[in-house]
Each structure stands twice: as C-alpha cells, then as structure tokens.
C-alpha cells in the first residue's frame, strides 16, 4: 500500500487551499439545515438540495421539531426536488422524530462521545457512513474525517490507493495521519469536494489542476 502520511496529506491540502481559500462548510445557517441538508444531499446535486430546502423553509419546517410533527405528504411535497423524495421524507421524519422523542434538544443528542452518536446514527434507517459523518462534523462540530466519492476517487488517483479500499479503512487513513482537528477535517473535506467538482471529475482536467505536481495519476500522464 502506498505511504500516505501526514506531511504528504498537508502538501496536498496547501495546494487546494491556495487554489481555493478557506471554504468555511458547511453551506447551512442552523445546526437543523446541516442535519436536513446531510440527508437531503444523498444520490443528488447540491443545487437539488438548494431547492427543496427553499420548499422546507416556506413550508416551515427546516426545524427538526417541525418536521417531526408534519404529516409525511407535507415533508414529500416539500423535499420533491432533491430526488428519491418519498425515501427521503421518511428518512427526515424518522430522524427529526427519533431527536425530539428520546432527546430535549440537539446539545442533548450530540452530547455522547463520537463514537457512540456514530453508532446511534447509523442504527437509523436510511442513514450510513457519509451523512453520519457529515451530521457529526459539520452539525456536532466533532471531528471525524468525512468519506465521499469525491474523496475516494482522489485518493485513488494522487496517491494510488486500492479502489477496494472501504469507507472506513480510508477514514481511518486520514484520523491516524492528521489526528483529531475539527476545523482542519472540516476545510480538508471541503477542498476535496471543490477539487472533485471542478478538477478531478469522471473526465479529469489534470493540466489546469492545483494537485497536479503531488498526483500519481497525472505523473504517469506525463502532465507533469
Ligand atoms: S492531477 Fe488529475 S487525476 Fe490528479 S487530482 Fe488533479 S485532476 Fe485528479
């Protein structure tokens, strides 16, 4: 397996950070919209999401306590943009539900230790890895290093990691190396995604990318 350490992961976080600035993530002005929009995000585009959380907030019900008490075809009509929209309703009601009966408030639900909130998430239906971390970053503001396919296919193609390389084995890769930094876990997943959308596509864009001088797979290109 190639050595992926701290001081090469740095490197490649300098040179998105240079590229694009401190990104502040994640988009959500409430801990609630973060929680909706981890959910909401699943199999779509942000701008999907965008729209049903416009639908949420002039439907009243971007609040957790709001969508726990809503009828279903309330939250479906809502969320219709964001895609998979009855699945996704029910995913928001179960969650929103299962916060407001067994917890007073969020500061209550995010209070157990990360690794016990990790698996009290998951435990919830409709809710894996990537929107269990993402809830527990950017909402509880504990630091777990978020996986997405972005990340992954990144990974893949700068420092040859093994495409069967699962979730948590390349979380752990990124929590062993830079340790437990809520803000730098923070911005780092944000360039990743910055770099997936715009640089390291399907298709990649490698001659213009700002990992180009740090990647296995554009060395081989010979586009550096
Ligand atoms: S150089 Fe190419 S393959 Fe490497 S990260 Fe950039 S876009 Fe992706």
Request: aromatic share 8%.
């Given at each position: 397996m190639p050595v992926v350490n701290k001081a090469r992961l740095m490197q490649l976080y300098s040179s998105l950070r240079k590229r694009f600035g401190y990104l502040n993530w994640w988009p959500g002005e409430t801990r609630d919209e973060i929680i909706i929009g981890a959910i909401l995000t699943q199999n779509t585009s942000w701008k999907n999401v965008e729209k049903a959380i416009a639908r949420l907030k002039e439907n009243g019900l971007l609040e957790l306590s709001r969508l726990s008490s809503a009828a279903i075809g309330r939250i479906e009509q809502s969320v219709?943009?964001?895609?998979?929209y009855r699945q996704k309703a029910l995913r928001l009601k179960g969650l929103a539900a299962y916060i407001t009966s067994n917890y007073k408030n969020l500061d209550g639900f995010f209070s157990s230790e990360t690794g016990e909130l990790r698996k009290e998430l998951l435990s919830?239906?409709?809710?894996?890895n990537e929107t269990a971390d993402s809830i527990i970053l950017y909402a509880a503001g504990k630091p777990v290093f978020v996986i997405d396919a972005y990340t992954k296919r990144i990974m893949e193609r700068v420092y040859g990691i093994d495409k069967e390389m699962g979730y948590e084995e390349l979380q752990k890769l990124f929590m062993s190396a830079l340790g437990h930094d809520t803000r730098l876990f923070n911005d780092f997943h944000a360039q990743m995604v910055e770099l997936g959308k715009n640089?390291?596509?399907?298709?990649?864009?490698?001659?213009?990318?700002?990992?180009r001088k740090l990647c296995n797979f554009a060395r081989h290109l010979q586009i550096y």
């Open positions: 219709r943009p964001s895609g998979f919830l239906d409709g809710i894996g640089y390291c596509r399907k298709k990649p864009l490698c001659a213009e990318c700002p990992a």
